[in-house]
């Protein structure tokens, strides 16, 4: 009966993780998945989650269904997350947030919003992007493209390639952008970029779909928005994915929004309708615990700043993390490759320049996994490990 269905090829990213929890060796690390490990290795459980939750178990009650656009406490928690509380946009109510399951769930529905209502309309993303984005989109329907992104000659970006791909697009073309903390990459835009990339996407009438699934890892909560404040700012309608799945640790819960930036009010409430529908068709209705939980800390002073506290630590550790990894290769490298891209990347992820032969060979001969690509994690550096991956690194490279 299911003859004619293929055997489903795996993910590359997951498939990487359950060759190294098989892998006897003691020494190896896991510089594959992207999940923010602390300096011991460990998921960690944030603090005002912890409360947060210990409160909501303490006013346990009845479960009845969320609306299909989910808990308005989460919605608002998420508009001042992202466009900041005072923001014109958020105050004039032209912004229509739809609580969904992870950063996923908001390109999905986002994606389908599109396709119903935009159906000339292709996709383009960079090149390269996160893995998921093409699966995502296609899936949707949607025709995807790319615009020239990473350089691997400068391990930098390729702005004015990006903008001329952009210049010659046709109107209502849909632009994927990472607002920070590029995945794969680790390439972003300065503001300097994103001022000169806006009047392009004003001037061709593009539509901006920002992801942002790593706000508050790269740079600061307020510094990572910057993207998507701008071009909420320009007046542009622009499509917001965001994930909390990363930033507040809470990966399974499926945390996330789809934030769609209108003229005004009512366009809002239209938009917000049709994306209750597409939801309604899908799974019907969002789930209660993670949003409860997210919400809870976003709505409390004190649970607010324990999270931002934590979150900056977060930070601090991949940014040390980068430093190290960077002083201990050019110690062995000495000049002879370059690495300081290391330090000028951004969140979690690096395009190291490995080849996938390099990859192989870390991986065989060292116990360390990366992405065949070239992207390393870098949350999964430690303290511990990094002075042995620096090692292995060098001895590569060299
Ligand atoms: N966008 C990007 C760029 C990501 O890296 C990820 C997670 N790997 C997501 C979206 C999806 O996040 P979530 O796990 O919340 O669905």
């Not at 293929?6 to 992207?34: C, H, W």
């Not at 049709?274 to 004190?302: D, F, K």
């Not at 940014?319 to 000049?335: F, I, K, N, S, T």
């Amino acid at each position: 009966f299911f003859a004619h269905v293929p055997p489903y090829g795996g993910d590359p990213i997951l498939s990487l993780m359950e060759a190294f929890q098989a892998d006897p060796r003691a020494r190896k690390v896991s510089l594959g998945i992207g999940l923010y490990f602390d300096d011991e290795g460990r998921l960690p459980v944030m603090a005002a989650v912890r409360q947060a939750e210990a409160a909501l178990a303490a006013q346990r009650g009845p479960r009845p269904y969320l609306p299909i656009e989910g808990l308005a406490e989460y919605r608002a928690g998420v508009q001042r997350v992202l466009f900041g509380a005072g923001h014109e946009a958020v105050a004039s109510r032209r912004i229509a947030t739809l609580q969904t399951l992870g950063g996923s769930g908001a390109l999905k529905v986002g994606a389908d919003f599109l396709h119903q209502y935009f159906p000339q309309s292709a996709i383009w993303v960079s090149d390269p992007t996160w893995e998921n984005h093409l699966a995502l989109f296609e899936g949707a329907g949607l025709r995807v493209h790319s615009y020239p992104y990473y350089d691997l000659a400068t391990r930098g970006l390729r702005f004015e390639a990006m903008l001329e791909t952009l210049r010659g697009l046709p109107a209502r073309s849909i632009v994927l952008l990472h607002a920070s903390c590029h995945n794969p990459t680790g390439v972003d835009l300065s503001h300097e970029q994103w001022r000169a990339l806006i009047p392009v996407l004003a001037e061709r009438a593009l539509i901006p779909f920002v992801d942002i699934a790593y706000q508050g890892l790269g740079d600061g909560l307020e510094e990572d928005a910057f993207a998507v404040r701008a071009l909420a700012d320009a007046g542009l309608p622009c499509f917001v994915a965001n994930s909390f799945s990363k930033n507040f640790s809470l990966y399974g819960e499926r945390v996330g929004a789809l934030s769609v930036v209108c003229a005004h009010e009512a366009a809002a409430e239209t938009v917000l309708g049709q994306l209750q529908a597409t939801v309604r068709r899908n799974y019907s209705t969002p789930p209660t615990h993670g949003a409860r939980i997210v919400a809870t800390v976003l709505q409390s002073p004190a649970l607010f700043e324990a999270w931002r506290d934590e979150l900056a630590a977060m930070r601090q550790r991949i940014q040390a993390m980068r430093q190290q990894l960077h002083a201990g290769l050019d110690e062995r490298l000495q000049g002879r490759q370059p690495i300081g891209h290391f330090l000028s990347q951004r969140g979690m992820f690096s395009y190291t320049g490995l080849s996938a032969a390099q990859v192989d060979w870390l991986r065989h001969e060292q116990g360390i996994y990366l992405v065949r690509s070239g992207r390393m994690c870098i949350s999964g550096l430690s303290t511990r490990n990094v002075g042995y991956v620096a090692q292995a690194m060098a001895h590569v490279l060299a």
